[in-house]
T-cell receptor, first 114, second 110 residues
């Protein structure tokens, strides 16, 4: 089944403890992206990647890192999480970055930073 | 990318057509109009997109005005499962960033 998977789905952690949220797609998509969703603010893009080894900042990149070493995976890294990073996170992918295309979204990761 | 404006909320009776408007007065000539929806904190789901012509697929129809300053998403026979937040976004074909606004919360009445 074609899908975007994220792990973990739920995570409660403490300030400053490094964490990684994994994202994987099995559709051989070039483009992948991370979003966060907060009440009243809609979905905001954190980072995106147009292909392997190509990443760029979205609208809210502060406090996050990403890497794209292989096509299928696009992990989101929080080196020193803070409470303001408590949010619902979505990973998404699409076939090609440069054409009109739909994005497929993962199920979401609900992160709480205490 | 064009800024889009949508009503905060709407409701519709089950079985009737749900018409969701979107204003995108700053849209440029090669920017597409996309619609996504999100059902209760699940990942957003693609619905439809269009450039100039009206479009229809198995989920919905998209009507774009001739001046392209606004569009309407039509769910022809709304069901309770269509209760969701609907997002209208403008996107260049070659752009990488996508900006989601606050969307329209659609409630379907039984």
């Amino acid at each position: 089944e074609a899908q975007v998977t994220q792990n973990p789905r739920y995570l409660i952690t403490v300030t400053g403890k490094k964490l990684t949220v994994t994202c994987s797609q099995n559709m051989n998509h070039e483009y992948m992206s991370w979003y966060r969703q907060d009440p009243g603010l809609g979905l905001r893009q954190i980072y995106y990647s147009m292909n392997v080894e190509v990443t760029d900042k979205g609208d809210v990149p502060e406090g996050y890192k990403v890497s794209r070493k292989e096509k299928r995976n696009f992990p989101l890294i929080l080196e020193s999480p803070s409470p303001n990073q408590t949010s619902l996170y979505f990973c998404a992918s699409s076939k090609l970055a440069g054409v009109v295309d739909e994005q497929f979204f993962g199920p979401g990761t609900r992160l709480t930073v205490l | 990318d064009a800024k889009t404006t949508q009503p905060t909320s709407m409701d519709c009776a089950e079985g009737r057509a749900a018409n969701l408007p979107c204003n995108h007065s700053t849209i440029s000539g090669n920017e597409y109009v996309y619609w996504y929806r999100q059902i209760h904190s699940q990942g957003p789901q693609y619905i439809i997109h269009g450039l100039k012509n009206n479009e229809t697929n198995e989920m919905a129809s998209l009507i774009i005005t001739e001046d392209r300053k606004s569009s309407t998403l039509i769910l022809p026979h709304a069901t309770l499962r269509d209760t969701a937040v609907y997002y209208c976004i403008g996107k260049y074909s070659s752009a990488s960033k996508i900006i989601f606004g606050s969307g329209t919360r659609l409630s379907i009445r039984p």
